[in-house]
């Protein structure tokens, strides 16, 4: 079970929009709309941004968004304020025994 | 308000047995959802470890299936990981989390540190 791919970084202004990648495959991401996405802030524990895809948890800034074409799935950070800056992660849902499988994780940073 | 809390010897010797326990309250683990297990070696990226359903399926990552073994004890609203013959690269913090198929870890213990070390 392959991890899904992620950029290892991405950064932006204040205010500026940005946009994760987290791409798999067919048995995964691309074959179900159960992705999520995670922010981890360091010494804390990954908080639920975004689940099936891009439905916001109940007290999510709106400016998070998700959306999917294929086998990748994308997390769009609108308006990037400082305190986005933090570790993202995608999951995703996959065929077989095994449930679930991570995103290799992406640092953002606000310049 | 759900909260999950995870228990456990911090060190562990290589080739022993890790176990940790979550306690989960506001929610009767009985009453639904997947329980599970992640964890996150030191400066790297969270590995989903495996799940119970409350019914008892469970469903593990294979690269660690012949070592783990998760359980719940219902009567005390907890669940157990086991992680067996552990080396240093099972070094790591360990989370206990809730999910559902579509909606995987939605309430996550804050973590507890294990080290494998002699």
């Known amino acids: 079970q392959s991890a899904l791919t992620q950029p290892a970084s991405v950064s932006g202004s204040p205010g500026q929009s940005i946009t994760i990648s987290c791409t798999g495959t067919s048995s995964d991401v691309g074959g179900y709309n159960y992705v999520s996405w995670y922010q981890q802030h360091p010494g804390k524990a990954p908080k639920l941004m975004i689940y099936?895809?891009?439905n916001r948890p109940s007290g999510v800034s709106n400016r998070f968004s998700g959306s999917k074409s294929g086998n990748t799935a994308s997390l769009t950070i609108s308006g990037l304020q400082a305190e986005d800056e933090a570790d993202f992660y995608c999951s995703s849902y996959t065929s077989g025994t095994t449930l679930y499988v991570f995103g290799t994780g992406t640092k953002v940073t606000v310049l | 308000q759900v909260q999950l809390q995870e228990s456990g010897p911090g060190l562990v010797k290589p080739s022993e047995t890790l176990s940790l326990t979550c306690d989960v309250s506001?929610?009767?683990?009985?009453?639904?959802?997947?329980w599970g297990w992640i964890r996150q070696p030191p400066g790297k990226g969270l590995e989903w470890i495996g799940s119970?359903?409350?019914?008892?399926?469970?469903y593990y990552n294979p690269s660690l299936k012949s070592r783990v073994t998760i359980s719940v004890d219902t009567s005390k609203n907890q669940f157990s990981l086991k992680l067996s013959s552990v080396t240093a690269a099972d070094t790591a913090v360990y989370y206990c989390?809730?999910?559902?198929?579509?909606?995987?870890?939605?309430?996550w213990g804050q973590g507890t540190l294990v080290t494998v070390s002699s």
């Open positions: 119970m359903y409350h019914s008892g399926s469970t």
């Open positions: 506001g929610y009767f683990i009985r009453s639904g959802y997947y």
């Open positions: 099936e895809v891009s």
């Open positions: 989390a809730r999910g559902t198929v579509a909606i995987p870890f939605d309430y």
